[in-house]
Every structure is written in structure tokens, then in C-alpha cells.
């Protein structure tokens, strides 16, 4: 239940990223509002961090691990969603990242040769079906006048990208401190934004207005250090496949948050916001019945 519970409320802090996001962009390159969130982050994690110095020096990471999830899995998808959030909205890319949990399921069973069972796939798609319902405002009719882009195209190639990091969360983190492990990786992860602001001669500043920090400390302690704290928690606990449905609550919460910065909720957000939840039930209740059956058939 606390893993679930963990799962919970990063996806509902991701959901406010995706304004945090955009935001940071109407003022800064993506490169460099990369560098200061994952700054914040790293910075957040250490103080949080300071009483378990003398565990962290004596724990094993796995190199190659910490590499694809820190490189690959989260450079490689916050460079994709960011790229493509100069080119599309903020609920378009929300969107796209409600098939997160479908292709995880499939990755998952791919890699990790774990066993994606039919009601993986239906909570997924009920779940799915009340994203897409949501972002066309209740009426599937709007859909003929929805229109993808480039930008629409890089965040699906990071929702790819973030299925993998499930999948190498699980794979490697093995019994090494999630605060350690969330750290190393979120540092690799601030040098490849370092590495492409060089590149793309982006400047590194500190002369930004009282507004722009408030968002990047929001996003970097709040939506990056907490929120990956607690998803690979409960990633590593409940595994890739199972862990993919909660970011169907994503897109819910960026849509319900909208609430906060100057949009108005109607009662299509409510009934899709229950489909979505909906989905996300059945595979709890699937998978806990399916456990319960398992532990009866062991003591038999």
C-alpha cells in the first residue's frame, strides 16, 4: 500500500512539471533550465541525505545501472520532453505520456520476460481511453481537430525512453539506497544538460526574474527530488509493468492543476478524472486477488 501510495503522489507532482515546464521555457533555452533543476534536485538530495554519508561510502551502485538510467533513461527522456514542449502544449504532451503505462507493459515483458496479463492491458487502455476523453475536452468529437506536431513526436520518443527507465529502475537498482541511487543518477543526468548547453552555446545564468526561480525550485525539489524519490521506491517494489499504470494520473493532475494557474474545471474533468482512476483500480484489484490466490495454492 505505501508503494502505491508513493506512486500516487509523483505522478501527481509530475502532472504540475508539466506547467513548471513551460513556464521555465518562456524565459530560458531548455538546456539551461535543465542544468537548474536537476541543480536544485542534486542539492535537495544531499541535505536530505547528510545522516547517511557513512552508508552511501560503504553501498555498491551498478555502474553500467546508474549509466542507462541516469543517461539514457532520464537525460535522454527530459531532453526529448523538453525539445518538444518548445513545439507543443502542455496537455498534448500529458497526453502522449498516458501510453507510458502500455508501453511499459510491453517493454517490460520483453525484457524483463515478466508475465503482461489481459488485465494489465485493459486497466491501461480504460485508463487511456479517460486521458484521451479528457484532453478532448468529454467529447471525442474535438479529436478531428486535434493536431500533432514535431514537438507531439519527441515527447512520444521520450515516453519510450521513460518505459525503459521503469525497466532499468527495477533491473539494477538492486539493494542499493534509493536517496543514493536517485542522486547519482540525477547527477548524470544534470552533466548531459551541462554537456548540451555547451554544445548549443546556451548561457548558464543566474540574472532570471523572482518568478522563474520560484518555478525552478518548485521543479527541481518538489517535482524532481521527492517525486523520483518515491516513484523509484515504488518502482523497485512493485516492478516496471505494475508501476506504469499510475502514470495515467498524470495528464488528470495537469489538468486539474490548471485550476491554480488561471484555467477553469469543468465536469468533464471529473467523469474522465473517475475513468482514469477507474482503469488504475482494476489492475490493483487483478493483481491483489491474483497474489492472494498464488499465497493459497503455496500453503496448499
Not at 18 to 28: D, G
Not at 235 to 250: C, E, H, R, T, Y
Request: charged content about 10%; proline content about 1%.
Amino acid at each position: 500500500m505505501k508503494s502505491i501510495l508513493y506512486l500516487i503522489i509523483a505522478a501527481i507532482l509530475w502532472g504540475l512539471n508539466f506547467h513548471f515546464i513551460k513556464f521555465m521555457l518562456a524565459e530560458t533555452s531548455y538546456a539551461e533550465a535543465g542544468v537548474w533543476r536537476y541543480a536544485f534536485a542534486i542539492v535537495a538530495m544531499v541535505i536530505m541525505s547528510l545522516g547517511a554519508a557513512k552508508r552511501w561510502l560503504t553501498s555498491k551502485i551498478s555502474i553500467k545501472g546508474a549509466f542507462l538510467v541516469g543517461v539514457i533513461g532520464l537525460f535522454g527522456f527530459n531532453l526529448a520532453v523538453y525539445t518538444g514542449m518548445q513545439y507543443t502544449s502542455a496537455l498534448n504532451a500529458a497526453l502522449i505520456m498516458s501510453l507510458n503505462p502500455i508501453t511499459t507493459i510491453i517493454l517490460s515483458s520483453w525484457i524483463l520476460k515478466t508475465e503482461a496479463k489481459w488485465y494489465h492491458f485493459m486497466g491501461a487502455a480504460v485508463s487511456f481511453f479517460g486521458v484521451l476523453l479528457l484532453l478532448m475536452q468529454g467529447d471525442l468529437s474535438n479529436l478531428q481537430n486535434f493536431n500533432l506536431n514535431i514537438g507531439d513526436l519527441l515527447v512520444f520518443v521520450g515516453n519510450v525512453v521513460f518505459a525503459f527507465y521503469h525497466i532499468w529502475v527495477k533491473q539494477y537498482k538492486g539493494n542499493t539506497p534509493n536517496m543514493q541511487f536517485t542522486t547519482y543518477t540525477n547527477l548524470l543526468c544534470m552533466i548531459g544538460f551541462l554537456v548540451v548547453a555547451g554544445v548549443t552555446s546556451s548561457d548558464i545564468s543566474i540574472d532570471h526574474s523572482s518568478d522563474y526561480w520560484l518555478w525552478t525550485f518548485l521543479l527541481g525539489v518538489i517535482g524532481t527530488s521527492v517525486s523520483f524519490l518515491l516513484w523509484n521506491s515504488g518502482v523497485s517494489d512493485l516492478g516496471a509493468s505494475k508501476s506504469g499504470i499510475f502514470m495515467n494520473i498524470v495528464p488528470l493532475a495537469t489538468a486539474i492543476s490548471s485550476l491554480f494557474f488561471g484555467l477553469e474545471i469543468y465536469i468533464y474533468h471529473l467523469y474522465c478524472g473517475a475513468i482514469i482512476i477507474f482503469g488504475i483500480i482494476v489492475t490493483q484489484i487483478f493483481d491483489h486477488y491474483k497474489g492472494k490466490i498464488n499465497s493459497l495454492k503455496t500453503i496448499e
